[in-house]
């Protein structure tokens, strides 16, 4: 037995979404914080997004809500089967 305990490594998947830059610090802050921190990631999120909209136009506001289609129906599988 040692004196102190050594932190739990993490999964592959979880060290390359925490190693992106500017998305990874967003899941990383998800993942390790306070329920109100949730609050500021879904408004960095918009933000994000609103930022892609100004810098790109209408492919910065559609090409997100595209993407987001699959996760859309994943979810919607999954509520379904109980």
Known sequence: MSAIEMPRR???WQRLLFA???FG???RD???SE???LGYTAV?????WGCSALL???PGLYLPALAMV?????????????
């Open 35 to 37: 329920p109100e921190d």
């Open 20 to 22: 992106i830059p500017l």
């Open 44 to 48: 960095a999120i918009v933000s994000m």
């Open 56 to 58: 790109f136009g209408l």
């Open 25 to 27: 610090w967003m899941a």
């Open 30 to 32: 998800a993942a390790n």
């Open 70 to 82: 699959p996760v859309m129906f994943l979810i919607l599988i999954l509520i379904s089967r109980g």
């Open 10 to 12: 993490l999964p592959i």
